[in-house]
């Protein structure tokens, strides 16, 4: 078992950056890959990014391509989404998640935190 806890989302302006950050428990941390889901009212839960188990490979969403960076600390248990110039269509719950392989599917992944809230304002 994987419990996962999301820290780092607030309100920021257009442009703005945050950074979200994933803390794990329970089983090994460097076991999974790890991702990260966003999901804006009335819309389906979707990939923004997912990283390996040692970090060497990396998944970017499109629409954040460029913009965001998913890098991972094996020795904190902790996986961190850098969010730059963002923009109000970023505005979304964001969920960190734990998969046995690298994936972008969220159907593959088995463990997922409780989600924090970035608004970003134009």
């Known amino acids: 078992q994987v419990q996962l806890v999301e820290s780092g989302g607030g309100l920021v302006q257009a442009g703005g950056s945050l950074r979200l950050s994933c803390a794990a428990s329970g089983r090994t941390f460097s076991t999974y890959a790890r991702g990260w889901f966003r999901q804006a009212p009335g819309k389906e839960r979707e990939f923004v990014a997912a990283i390996s188990r040692s970090g060497g490979s990396t998944f970017y969403a499109d629409s954040v391509k460029g913009r965001f960076t998913i890098s991972r600390d094996n020795a904190k248990n902790t996986v961190y989404l850098q969010m730059n110039s963002l923009k109000p269509e970023d505005t979304a719950v964001y969920y960190c998640?734990?998969?046995?392989?690298?994936?972008?599917?969220?159907?593959?992944?088995?463990?997922w935190g409780q989600g924090t809230q970035v608004t970003v304002s134009s």
């Open positions: 998640a734990a998969a046995d392989s690298l994936t972008t599917s969220r159907y593959e992944y088995a463990y």
